[in-house]
C-alpha cells in the first residue's frame, strides 16, 4: 500500500501552480494580441525583491548571519513580501494581466512554503 505524505502533496501543489504559472500567462498573452500598458515601477520593484529573497535564501545568506538576527528577519520579511506580492498581483492583473499571472503564481508558490518552512521550524 503506498501511503501519500505531505511533503509529497505540498510539492505536487507546487508543482501544479507552476505549471499553471507557465502555461496560462501564453495563452493569456496571445488572446489579448496587443500591446497593453507596462507593469509599474514598484511591480519590478517587488518582484525583484520576492526574487532576491529566493536567491539569499537558496544560497543559505542566512546562515552567514548569526542565528537571533537570522531568526528574527527571515518569516517577517517573506510574510510582507508575499502580502505585496499579492497586492501587485491584484492591481496589475486590472493593467497587465500577462505581468501579473506570474506574480501570483511566484507569491503564492512563497507564501506556500513560508507557511511550509515555518511549520518545519516549530516540529
Do not use: Q
Not at 13 to 27: Q, V
Not at 99 to 119: E, K, Q, Y
Amino acid at each position: 500500500m503506498f501511503i501519500i505524505g505531505f511533503s509529497i502533496i505540498f510539492l505536487m501543489i507546487l508543482g501544479i501552480i507552476a505549471i499553471f504559472t507557465l502555461i496560462i500567462t501564453p495563452f493569456i498573452a496571445v488572446r489579448k494580441n496587443e500591446i497593453g500598458k507596462s507593469p509599474r515601477k514598484i511591480s519590478y520593484l517587488i518582484i525583484g525583491l520576492l526574487v532576491l529573497h529566493w536567491l539569499f535564501f537558496l544560497t543559505n545568506g542566512y546562515a552567514l548571519l548569526p542565528t537571533n538576527i537570522a531568526d528574527a528577519i527571515f518569516m517577517p520579511v517573506w510574510l510582507v513580501l508575499c502580502v505585496a506580492g499579492l497586492f501587485i498581483a491584484i492591481f496589475e492583473f486590472k493593467n497587465n494581466k500577462s505581468f501579473a499571472v506570474p506574480v501570483a503564481g511566484l507569491t503564492t508558490i512563497s507564501l506556500l512554503f513560508s507557511i511550509f518552512i515555518n511549520g518545519i521550524s516549530n516540529m
